[in-house]
């Protein structure tokens, strides 16, 4: 699944392929892409709209359009947005495409089918956590016209922001400290973009097990994950995302952090830091990679189920 070095790489590129271009036509190649919303409604809403903006909240790319309203896209686990010039060919599992007045199209591929798209107020995309309410609050949908593209309303701090501090990623380990650090990470609510390749490899970094609790973590321990955080997913930024599957940038071409995991995906070689050999486990479902030594196991917790 894409995570934030991933989805801020196509951000990145689209900014400069579409913005200024007016999109001329919509057209859904799956029938649940924009539910609950009628693909020909969303067509409606885009058609004559200017692009004026692109930009990544979480693991979503935001299209502002000219008007106040934005077009949200969740990759999910295998969608490609892809920009074309005239003519070019078709995809094999082309979900959606969108089509600018000057004959460029970009291409929404999903082998899967996981992928979202929704026309929403720009006004609720922010940075911050939580959109505006009270007056001034943009009005909401109608009851079951809602798109299920959950973003705007969960969203949490953008670790590569100004705001995601050591206090406050002091303060947001403490009010959930029972928990295991690993899958607090993945949690969009609070950490906007983390998924699980990023987070294992910024643990490994900060030399934290994976199933440290979170309120276990002492103040330098705190500080060094919030900058291995910061540093893995700039570099995945830097290296054009990871490609172990599906992922391409907006151009097609695969990204080169791959060839960068310390631990993630490599059971069983040495550990780049101390030699012992990386073990593989399972931590709330999801595969997990961490080094014995480098990272020590907590004293009381459950253990992770190896597998």
Not at 81 to 90: I, Q, S
Request: contains cysteine; proline residues 7%; glycine residues 10%.
């Amino acid at each position: 699944m894409p995570e934030l070095p991933e989805v801020e790489t196509i951000a990145r590129q689209l900014r400069e392929l579409v913005v200024g271009r007016v999109v001329d036509g919509f057209e859904s190649l799956w029938v649940r892409l924009t539910e609950p919303v009628p693909a020909e409604h969303v067509a409606a809403r885009l058609r004559g709209r200017r692009i004026v903006a692109v930009r990544r909240r979480g693991k979503f790319v935001v299209f502002d359009l000219d008007g106040g309203e934005a077009l949200i896209v969740s990759l999910r686990m295998t969608g490609q947005l892809l920009f074309h010039e005239n003519g070019a060919p078709e995809e094999r599992f082309l979900r959606a495409v969108i089509r600018f007045a000057d004959g460029t199209a970009l291409h929404f591929a999903d082998t899967r089918k996981f992928g979202r798209m929704a026309v929403v107020d720009a006004a609720v995309l922010g940075q911050g956590a939580r959109p505006p309410t009270g007056r001034g609050a943009p009005p909401p949908g109608p009851r079951g016209d809602r798109p299920r593209v959950p973003l705007h309303e969960s969203l949490g701090v953008e670790p590569l922001s100004r705001a995601f501090t050591v206090k406050w990623l002091s303060a947001f380990l403490q009010r959930r400290r029972r928990a295991p650090i690993k899958p607090l990470l993945l949690d969009q609510r609070g950490i906007a973009g983390v998924g699980n390749i990023y987070a294992i490899e910024a643990l490994w970094r900060a030399k934290i097990h994976p199933l440290r609790k979170a309120g276990s973590l002492r103040a330098q321990e705190v500080a060094r994950l919030r900058e291995a955080l910061r540093w893995v997913l700039r570099k995945g930024i830097r290296y054009g995302g990871a490609s172990r599957r599906d992922y391409v940038d907006a151009r097609g071409n695969e990204g080169r952090m791959q060839r960068e995991f310390k631990v993630y995906a490599r059971e069983g070689e040495p550990c780049p830091r101390c030699g012992r050999a990386i073990v593989r486990s399972v931590v709330a479902g999801r595969g997990t990679f961490h080094c014995p030594r480098c990272q020590r196991a907590p004293r009381i917790g459950f253990p992770a189920r190896r597998r």
